[in-house]
């Protein structure tokens, strides 16, 4: 099964889910922002980057609705910023898709080919949320279950300020999602993809109905 980055808070639940949001509705906020889905890993180690990458990359995702162009923050998150760099340079995001899809909320990606198969991740990577960046509009976020040091490939974009995402401090409810780089380019095309209509496919929620596919991916060494 595929995993869930966060939930919405609640002011968001009944426009972005709607009736497929499993009840009861109301639970508390940590509740909300832990619920999710359990993936499967054979690793379970947490992967580190003893040689991190100080060089700036910019990283454009081709996808079937244009081009969505990509900074990392190596200064404030260099292990998650690390860990997306090897991704992308592996050719391992090309052919997946984002397939979750919440408007005012996020779009989700990084794990799932066309056609709902899940692809097999690398090792889990340490949670960089308390680098001080918050999960404002056009930011990157790693994607994880409810064990904060879980993430490995997915990743959202925030297509809203989602302050309860936020680090508040270190225990499990509070460890938040982990900011690591953000759009510079193709926010047109965020936008765009945020809109979509959404359905329930291969027994997840909020998946897009027309697949927005990431083509192909480019890495290019900033000047």
Not at 159 to 165: P, S
Request: negative net charge; charged residues 15%; glycine residues 8%.
């Amino acid at each position: 099964m595929g995993y869930k980055c966060c939930e919405p808070a609640p002011n968001a639940i009944a426009t972005a889910i709607g009736s497929d949001l499993p009840k009861p509705l109301l639970y508390p906020l940590h509740v909300l922002v832990f619920q999710i889905l359990a993936i499967f890993t054979a690793n379970t180690h947490l992967q580190t980057h003893p040689s991190l990458i100080q060089d700036s990359f910019m990283i454009v995702f081709n996808t079937n609705k244009g081009a969505i162009t990509i900074e990392l923050d190596f200064d404030k998150a260099p292990n998650s910023a690390a860990n997306f760099l090897q991704y992308a340079k592996d050719g391992f995001y090309d052919g997946t898709i984002f397939h979750r899809v919440i408007d005012n909320f996020m779009i989700q990606g990084g794990g799932f080919t066309a056609d709902m198969e899940q692809k097999s991740p690398g090792s889990p990577i340490e949670n960089e949320a308390d680098n001080g960046l918050p999960n404002l509009v056009g930011t990157l976020a790693m994607a994880r279950t409810a064990d904060p040091h879980s993430a490995t490939c997915q990743f959202f974009i925030n297509v809203g300020d989602n302050d309860f995402l936020n680090h508040r401090d270190k225990s499990p409810q509070g460890w938040g999602y982990a900011v690591f780089g953000r759009v510079t380019d193709g926010m047109d095309v965020v936008n765009d993809i945020k809109g979509t209509p959404t359905t329930s496919a291969a027994g997840h929620q909020d998946v897009p109905v027309e697949a927005i596919v990431i083509e192909s991916t480019t890495v290019t060494e900033a000047d």
